[in-house]
């Protein structure tokens, strides 16, 4: 078992990111955690703020600084990398920052973890395995060939590749983990629940794309965390965990939960144009972490982590509302 002390947490100020920050606090009181973000528009050092300062310090920079990484590195015995440009969307309208941050951020640390011998955990998704047909019983697991469909999800799959051949050839101790959609505290208003609850807080007519019928395999961010830790203290090096928490439901039945938790009918929403290349459907079948590191989610019922998640946005207007009309006019113009 692996016990570090004293972590570099990527990416710390951006919704997985913090909520893993402050997972690590509350669950970890031997571990220190270094924060490193460039607090682009996703990122918000607010996030974070009111952690005792003796366990958790904000350094804000990017990734792709490989003269910073030498000077923080070491001195920490693991880096944890969130850090990504991680909305499909803006993938599509414009790619070239997911490129950088996405692949040459990911090449950056891993050089770093290579050059100080830090143990390497790697924060990726399942939309690497592209999409399932909407009637096909399969699930992703760990051997599903790579089928990424987005510019985002490209990205992503390039760099778990790096990943791989860092373990391989120079023998960074590495693992990844793709875990499917979060919801829960912290998550940026461009993103599909934190939209809908935003607008119907605002009173606005929520949106939906397409059909209404693409499947993502919901988990509550708690339990993406409680996995990431299970998998760097006690991952095997080289390998891959799949992080889900069986969690399917399509996003038309999420909105219509979102509606009743707020008293509305059910077809109070808008429909708008889809995401081109939208992909149908992700499911996970994370029995390889439940079987080898005895990992379970403690919030199974998505009713309550949706109402928790209503009343935190609720009680958090100060925290959403600057970034929220830019988002609704980015999506205007988008025609969404
Ligand atoms: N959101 C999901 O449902 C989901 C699901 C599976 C995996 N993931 C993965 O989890 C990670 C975090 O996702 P999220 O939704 O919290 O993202 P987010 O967009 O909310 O946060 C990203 C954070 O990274 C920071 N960042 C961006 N570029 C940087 C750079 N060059 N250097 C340093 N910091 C930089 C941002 O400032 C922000 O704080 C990503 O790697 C993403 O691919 C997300």
Redesign the pocket.
């Known amino acids: 078992m692996f016990e570090p002390t004293n972590i570099i947490v ?10 893993f920050v402050h997972y690590v606090v509350r669950e970890h009181p031997g571990v220190h955690v270094t924060v ?9 050092p607010e ?1 974070i703020a009111g952690l005792p300062e003796d366990r958790a310090e904000l350094v804000v ?5 490989r003269e910073l990484l030498d000077r923080i590195v070491p001195g920490h015995d693991a880096i944890v ?7 499909n969307d803006n993938s599509i309208a414009d790619p070239e ?1 997911f490129l ?3 692949v040459e ?1 990911t090449y950056a640390l891993l050089e770093a973890a290579r050059k100080h011998g830090v143990r390497y955990h790697h ?5 690497v395995y592209g999409d399932l047909a909407l009637d096909d019983p399969a699930r992703f697991t760990e051997e599903t060939p790579y089928r990424p469909s987005s510019p ?1 999800s490209s990205t ?1 799959a390039s760099s778990d590749l790096l990943v791989r051949a860092w373990h391989r050839t120079f023998g960074v101790r590495a693992t990844i983990s ?6 829960g505290p ?3 208003v461009e ?1 599909f629940i934190p939209r809908q609850i935003t607008n119907l807080i605002g009173g606005v007519r929520p949106k939906l794309y397409g059909d209404g019928l693409n499947v993502r395999d919901w988990i509550h961010t708690d339990d ?1 965390s409680s996995a990431v830790w299970a998998v760097l203290t006690r991952g095997r090096a080289g390998e891959t965990y799949l992080i889900g928490a069986d969690g399917e439901k399509n996003n038309i039945t999420v909105l219509r939960e979102i509606l009743k938790a707020f008293g509305r009918d059910e077809d109070d929403f808008d429909w708008v144009r889809d995401r081109p290349g939208h992909d149908r459907r992700y499911a996970i079948d994370s029995a390889k972490l439940r079987r080898e590191l005895g990992w379970e989610p403690a919030h199974t019922d998505f009713a309550e982590g949706l109402a928790e998640t209503i009343r935190w946005y609720r009680e958090n207007e100060a925290w959403w509302r600057p970034a929220k009309a830019a988002t609704e006019a980015r999506y205007a113009a988008q025609g969404q």
């Open positions: 990527t990416g710390g100020c951006g919704f997985i990111g913090s909520n490193l973000d460039k607090l682009t528009y996703a990122g918000n996030n920079g990017d990734v792709c600084d990398h969130y850090a990504a440009e991680s909305h920052p950088r941050t996405n951020g924060i990726s998704t399942d939309e985002y992503k793709n875990c499917s959609n979060n919801y912290y998550q940026h993103k993406h």
